[in-house]
């Protein structure tokens, strides 16, 4: 008896929102606390693209420690957000590639430091 194939599901962009924390030969400025990056990842769903994208932080000696998922161009369109045509093109050049791509990079600095 064969075996029905399952009909291949699409692959999407996400747009999340990764936290992360110092981790030796992350790259990050020195006196930052972490860092937040916005990344466009291609998945067949959230959960794959999380998943993607945590692996390939950590393969870039990152530590994640939260994500955030904000949607498909499609949902964040539904949602109003207004996405300008830069945004767009990274987002379809981590389709295209099947990638991630980190598009913003935002390190954290403890207000205490000395001035």
Same mark, same amino acid.
């Given at each position: 008896m064969a075996k029905e194939k399952k009909p291949a599901r699409q692959q999407q962009v996400f747009t999340l929102l =990764?936290? =992360?924390?110092r981790s030796g030969g992350d790259g990050l400025p020195k006196d930052c606390? &972490?860092?937040? #990056?916005m990344?466009?990842?291609? &998945? $067949?769903?959230?959960?794959?693209? $999380? %998943?993607?994208t945590v692996a390939i932080l950590k393969q870039a000696e990152m530590a994640p420690l939260d994500v955030t998922g904000y &949607?498909? #161009?499609? /949902? %964040?369109l539904a949602e109003g957000h207004e996405i300008p045509d830069e945004e767009r093109a990274?987002?379809?050049?981590? #389709? /295209? /590639?099947n990638a991630v791509i =980190?598009?913003? $990079?935002t390190p954290f600095f403890d207000d205490q430091r000395d001035s």
């Open positions: =990764v936290e =992360v924390g606390t &972490g860092a937040a #990056l990344c466009y990842a291609s &998945g $067949v769903d959230e959960a794959e693209a $999380v %998943r993607e &949607g498909t #161009l499609d /949902e %964040r990274l987002m379809a050049r981590a #389709l /295209e /590639e =980190v598009a913003q $990079v």
